[in-house]
């Protein structure tokens, strides 16, 4: 499975952002695809993420501000983010897996960044 992120940039606080995954090869087996987000000196976090069903989960600090989505026919997943704030930096990565939990593999794209200027 390859995956490839687009979006990300430089917004000023308050603003929005739209993030973009698309993937290709050995599709099928997936089912969960979502973001993780890296903010810099820290560890890689959940922010969100989708099941094929439409099921999803967001972490506490995004929730109200922050939709997943999913277009299975384009196999893509994307994320949108409001009222972003200065804590919302980092490099994001986009996630896909066959199930979510245990030990099952992740496939991951290429991060991109999104820096919030206060």
């Known amino acids: 499975v390859q995956l490839q992120a687009s979006g990300g940039g430089l917004v000023q606080a308050g603003g929005s952002l739209r993030l973009s995954c698309a993937a290709s090869?050995?599709?099928?087996?997936?089912?969960?695809m979502g973001w993780y987000r890296q903010p810099p000196g820290k560890q890689r976090e959940l922010v969100a993420f989708i099941t094929s069903s439409g099921s999803t989960k967001y972490a506490d600090s995004v929730k109200g501000r922050f939709t997943i989505s999913r277009d299975n026919a384009k196999n893509t997943v994307y994320l949108q983010g409001n009222s972003l704030k200065s804590e919302d930096t980092g490099v994001y990565y986009c996630?896909?897996?066959?199930?979510?939990?245990?030990?099952?593999?992740?496939?991951w794209g290429q991060g991109t960044q999104v820096t919030v200027s206060s």
């Open positions: 996630y896909a897996r066959q199930v979510e939990g245990g030990t099952v593999p992740y496939y």
């Open positions: 090869g050995g599709i099928f087996s997936i089912d969960v």
